[in-house]
């Protein structure tokens, strides 16, 4: 079957987002209008994005990317499946630079896909939450790690991380308080954004002139 160029219909959702946001948000609009247009690095494939995000736990974005280089290394074609992380053992899989927990939560990741206890398929047909429960059920996974699954792989347009640092930093300067708010400060500062809170947050952490993606990096 032939790959569907989705790029036009994420423009269009965007379009949409951007006149939305912008029409119930002046400020909004304005940032907006500063940032440009909505263009996230997406990626497709579920358990490459989750592997990835475990990568990142407690280090360096350029260690997390050092990691996946030599796992894709050890896998066919250089790319990262369940079926070729559960050919490695836990020797192969810290000598990629892996923690053993990090090793160990890996393979239970693999095994949960393997299973088909988790699919692409399952997970795009799910909801926002169902989605979250399914993958946290999966030891390594948190919440904050499957909304970034939701906003960058799956695509989802209504998420708000509000555990994510880079949000509340930019929350704290969009709003000009003195210090920057907690998680559960910030949880409904987000409704003014609905249904669109997935656009707004990704113009928010480009408020802070940070990377593109401060989540999955694949």
């Known amino acids: 079957m032939p790959k569907v160029d989705l790029q036009p219909q994420r423009e269009q959702a ?27 690095i997406i990626t497709r494939d579920p358990f490459a994005a989750l592997a990835g995000a475990i990568t ?17 290394a050890m896998c066919p074609r250089g790319r990262l499946t369940p079926a070729a992380i559960s050919a490695l053992d836990l020797r192969k899989l810290r000598s990629a630079g892996l923690s053993r927990q990090k090793a160990l939560y890996m393979r239970g990741l693999a095994e949960a896909f393997a299973a088909r206890t988790l699919t692409p398929r399952k997970l795009r047909g799910m909801t926002d939450e169902a989605v979250i429960e399914a993958t946290t059920a999966v030891k390594g996974i948190g919440r904050w790690t499957a909304e970034m699954l939701l906003i960058f792989c799956l695509e ?7 555990d994510d640092l880079g949000l509340r930093k930019a929350m704290q300067r969009y709003h000009g308080l003195p210090e920057m ?25 480009r408020s802070l002139e940070g990377p593109l993606m401060p989540g999955i990096a694949v």
Do not use: C
Not at 56 to 72: E, F, I, T, Y
Not at 156 to 162: G, L
Not at 184 to 201: F, K, N, Q, V
């Open 56 to 72: 990142q736990q407690q280090v360096s974005m350029s260690a997390a990317r050092s990691m996946q280089r030599k796992l894709k």
């Open 181 to 205: 708010p907690k998680a559960r400060e910030i949880a409904d500062a987000g409704d003014l954004w609905r249904p669109y809170r997935s656009y707004a947050t990704w113009y928010l952490w």
């Open 156 to 162: 989802r347009p209504d998420v708000w991380p509000v």
């Open 14 to 40: 965007a379009r949409l987002a951007a006149e939305h946001l912008s029409a119930g948000d002046p400020r909004m609009g304005a940032l907006i209008a500063r940032v440009g247009p909505h263009r996230p």
